[in-house]
């Protein structure tokens, strides 16, 4: 009559993943005469894995101008499972080293999320060259370990000038005739303008509509060249 306490113990298999249910056979042998018909019931143990989930998930940090500024997103990690998540490591592990890392909110090591909770993490991009850059954020659990694909791309501005050349041609002495000249930024990055006009005599500036502007992607600006002729010859 003395009762009996069996402990089971769920061993996690990481490549299975989800949460398990699995039914647990065993058999009662005894000496005891009276109890020679005892049967027990079979139990049920259930194995639940840890369950993380990024927001966002992939994490693409876009276009960023090269050695001329920075991006970075902000990730909320949310522990969607039943049982508590013990973080072991967490930081950029792979990839491209212009990606940096840092805790907002308790997404740090030792710190333990309890299932519905949640951390946030900073993921700075900082391009040194041109191009598509990758890496991941490695979360190492006491169940399991999450990854987070970043993105992110290198940019430059570049500058077109059309027409390339001005010809005015032969012109009458006092007259002025203008011509324009179209920039336009066909680069990803911002292109900054600084007039530092190299012009001599007799072409002067008549309206400069880039001195000081910032174009984007696809944008122009315009600059009007006038000739004012004062002596013969070329």
Do not use: M
Request: net charge negative; proline share 7%; glycine share 10%.
């Amino acid at each position: 009559h003395t009762p009996q306490t069996v402990t089971v113990t769920g061993v996690l298999d990481a490549a299975a993943e989800g949460t398990h249910t699995g039914t647990i056979q065993h058999t009662v042998t005894t000496t005891d005469p009276d109890y020679g018909s005892l049967s027990a019931p079979d139990l049920t143990a259930n194995v639940y894995e840890v369950d993380l989930s990024f927001d966002p998930d992939p994490l693409d940090l876009g276009p960023v101008a090269v050695e001329w500024s920075s991006s970075y997103a902000d990730v909320t990690v949310t522990n969607n499972g039943v049982v508590a998540a013990e973080i072991k490591s967490i930081g950029v592990t792979s990839g491209d080293p212009e990606f940096t890392f840092t805790s907002l909110s308790g997404c740090y090591a030792t710190n333990v999320l309890a299932p519905g909770s949640s951390c946030t993490f900073r993921v700075f991009f900082d391009p040194a060259a041109v191009g598509v850059r990758t890496g991941q954020v490695t979360i190492t659990t006491n169940g399991a370990t999450f990854q987070l694909d970043l993105t992110g791309e290198g940019v430059v501005p570049i500058i077109s000038v059309d027409p390339t050349s001005l010809d005015f041609g032969d012109q009458v002495i006092g007259t002025f005739p203008t011509q324009s000249v179209t920039v336009t930024n066909t680069g990803l990055a911002p292109l900054q303008i600084s007039w530092g006009k190299s012009i001599t005599d007799p072409f002067y500036v008549w309206n400069d509509g880039c001195a000081g502007v910032s174009l984007d992607n696809n944008e122009t600006c315009t600059i009007s060249v006038y000739f004012y002729p004062d002596t013969p010859g070329l």
